[in-house]
């Protein structure tokens, strides 16, 4: 109920927004989760799709894993709303990111991608996921070594020249930007590190650091700045 609550809430603001929002609905673990899926009108076929997770685990709040990134994601739909950059990009919340009964785990975005037909998918210029980025220091671009590297360089290259810290990283198939990467299509994932409250009671609001979700905001609209069809296919071309 709660996450059908969150994806409510997120598609009511993209919708005010101006977007066109569609929610996607599949089975995970005999229940029925969903994707919040938004694009401007007139959007170009195959965007750039930066997402987020509103799902939680059992027992925790979830305000940093992951209300942070979808908060992230929601102010940069608004402030580019209308202009070119909305018209590039697939806005995405997803569903069932934490691991099923069955141990299986970003289950949201595996959908996507595998609803995805073959020519979408070589057209796709990439992904970007924003997950747990308000609690830690520093603010990391990862990769966890499957598909293209063109956008964890490029996006860690872009927040870089936007004069914020950042840290390129190597790490586990830890987010959203999994099954992008496995599929074969250029991802990334920005994350704040390690914290006490992880998957924990005590992943609240009180204990999110405001300066770091603000930090993270303005590199995921340092990106979307950077961002035009130039871009998009230098991605296409991995």
């Known amino acids: 109920r709660a996450e059908r609550r969150g994806a409510r809430y997120a598609a009511e603001i993209l919708e005010r927004l101006g977007y066109d929002v569609r929610v996607r ?3 995970v673990d005999g229940r029925t989760s969903r994707n919040v899926v938004a694009t401007w009108p007139g959007a170009i076929r195959h965007p750039f799709v930066i997402g987020g997770h509103i799902d939680t685990v059992a027992g925790s709040p979830g305000a940093n894993d992951n209300a942070s990134g979808v908060a992230v994601l929601l102010e940069a739909a608004r402030l580019i709303a209308g202009k070119e950059q909305a018209c590039l990009v697939k806005l995405v919340v997803f569903g069932a990111e934490e691991r099923g009964a069955d141990g299986t785990h970003h289950v949201g ?4 991608v595998d609803r995805l037909g073959d020519k ?17 220091r520093p603010l990391i ?9 063109v ?3 490029r996006t860690a290259r872009i927040i870089d020249r936007a004069g914020i810290a950042v840290e390129r990283r190597i790490m586990c198939d830890c987010s959203d930007n999994g099954p992008f990467g496995l ?9 704040s590190g390690t914290e006490p409250d992880y998957h924990a009671p005590s992943d609240l609001p009180a204990n999110l650091r405001p300066r770091d979700l603000v930090r993270t905001g303005r590199a995921v609209l340092a990106f979307l700045r950077a961002l035009d069809e130039d871009l ?3 991605f296409r071309r991995h």
């Open 141 to 149: 671009v990862a990769h966890f070594g499957a598909g293209p590297e």
């Open 109 to 112: 975005s595996q959908v996507l």
């Open 232 to 234: 998009i296919r230098a």
């Open 120 to 136: 979408a998918r070589r057209r796709m210029p990439g992904m970007l996921s924003v997950d747990m980025i308000a609690d830690g």
């Open 151 to 153: 956008v964890w360089r």
């Open 183 to 191: 599929a074969g299509i250029p991802a990334a994932l920005l994350w």
């Open 25 to 27: 609905t599949f089975d």
